[in-house]
């Protein structure tokens, strides 16, 4: 895919050039970019480490790996009585974790820091805490999660009303306050600390972003749709993995025949999954006390993705708001919870999980030959021996200039 390379091309060029990448992926339909350094060095810098084409994806799996298991863990322990072996393969293996978290491609970045972010939310809101994190860690993982998306993508606005929110609720304090606002300042600083020379050299205008924030009443029109997409991430969205449209989906199950029963189970599942999702949020009956304010959480949180729709340029694409994915999740498994009481709730959820594992097996072995590094690795081999990112090919930005110069 274009994107990808496009995104692995900011690193490789920054190691290959020793050029610091002030900015950072590309918005392809108002021709800029995100400011920051950040993109360029998660990919750059593993290289350092060690030299080989693969060593961005290393780090990217271990950012992944490592900030899925922090929700798991603060799942299970916020649900003590969901069972771990559906708590943990759903967080780490459901369609758009084990999909989109694994290829270099900006929104894969964002999972971490919109992580860190929400776990830190979920303890500094009153109504949402557990006790789990402490107080000064949860102010310094929000102003670290804020910072890190900042600079991977345009899905920020998403975030700051929260962190806005804790600080309010912080501020009547009186000195922690000052403390939890120190805290909240020095996690924005270490993940800022990519975006400042940014800042010093191109001004808070850096990149052109703000030309994608306009006004379109339409987007007023297409809250089914984002409701879809929304409640999709916590369910085995599977179509759009396994192709773009009906014909590829259907040539991915004539080459693969074994996989289709197990692929049409879970794409049945993820089908309903998001109509039980919604409906759960007008069920009252039967749920714990916290169940309240995740829903509170989990609505407001949707809204602000509507909302920022009516205000952007963009369609409302799912990975433009993947950053949201933890809200979901946690929503999710709220839902899911007492259907895993019952016998036959455990019975599908196992099999669901189980058709999930074949049929993504399925679309790693035909990713491998359709869209895997490895059909061009030799020329990352001889981009990095000859320090020539250009081997792979030229960046957006590049390619830009040399339209609008013409022939």
Same mark, same amino acid.
């Given at each position: ?74 799942? @299970? ?65 929000? @102003? ?134 919604? @409906? ?125 110069? @013409?022939?």
């Amino acid at each position: 895919m274009d994107d990808e390379r496009q995104i692995y091309l900011i690193g490789l060029k920054y190691f290959t050039t020793g050029e610091w990448p002030y900015l950072g992926p590309d918005v392809v339909y108002t021709r800029t970019q995100v400011p920051g350094g950040l993109q360029g060095a998660l990919i750059g810098w593993p290289f350092r480490v060690v030299e080989a084409p693969e060593s961005p994806f290393v780090l990217l799996n271990l950012l992944s790996l490592g900030s899925l298991g922090l929700l798991a863990w603060y799942i @299970g322990r916020r649900l003590p009585d969901v069972p771990g072996w559906f708590l943990w393969p759903l967080v780490f293996f459901s369609p758009w974790t084990l999909n989109f978290s694994t290829h270099v491609t900006n929104p894969s970045y964002v999972l971490t820091g919109g992580i860190l972010f929400f776990v830190a939310i979920f303890e500094l809101l009153p109504r949402l805490r557990a006790d789990l994190v402490p107080r000064p860690l949860a102010f310094l993982m929000a @102003g670290f999660g804020l910072l890190w998306v900042a600079q991977l993508h345009m899905s920020t606005p998403l975030l700051a009303p929260f962190a806005l929110a804790a600080l309010g609720i912080a501020a009547r304090g009186g000195r922690e306050a000052l403390q939890s606002a120190g805290w909240f300042a020095a996690g924005a600083l270490v993940a800022g600390s990519t975006l400042i020379p940014t800042l010093a050299a191109y001004g808070p205008t850096a990149g052109g972003v703000w030309a994608n924030v306009t006004f379109d009443a339409t987007g007023l029109q297409r809250l089914p749709e984002i409701a879809a997409r929304f409640f999709s991430f916590a369910s085995f969205e599977l179509p759009r993995f396994i192709g773009p449209n009906t014909a590829t989906r259907l040539e991915f199950l004539r080459s693969y025949p074994w996989v289709a029963p197990f692929a049409v189970f879970a794409g049945v599942c993820g089908l309903l999954q998001p109509l039980i999702l919604l @409906g759960t949020l007008f069920v009252r009956r039967g749920q714990p006390p916290a169940f309240g304010a995740v829903k509170a959480v989990t609505v407001a949180t949707l809204a602000l993705v509507y909302i920022s729709f009516v205000f952007s340029v963009k369609d409302p694409a799912s990975h433009t708001f993947y950053v949201t994915l933890p809200v979901v999740t946690i929503y999710a498994v709220y839902c899911w919870r007492p259907f895993l009481h019952h016998r036959a709730g455990r019975a599908v959820a196992a099999a669901l999980l189980v058709s999930g594992l074949v049929t993504h097996l399925a679309i790693a072995i035909d990713g491998f030959h359709r869209r895997s590094l490895y059909r061009d690795r030799a020329l990352v081999v001889r981009a990095l021996r000859d320090r020539d990112y250009r081997i792979l090919g030229e960046r957006r930005p590049v390619l830009w200039d040399l339209e609008q110069a @013409g022939p």
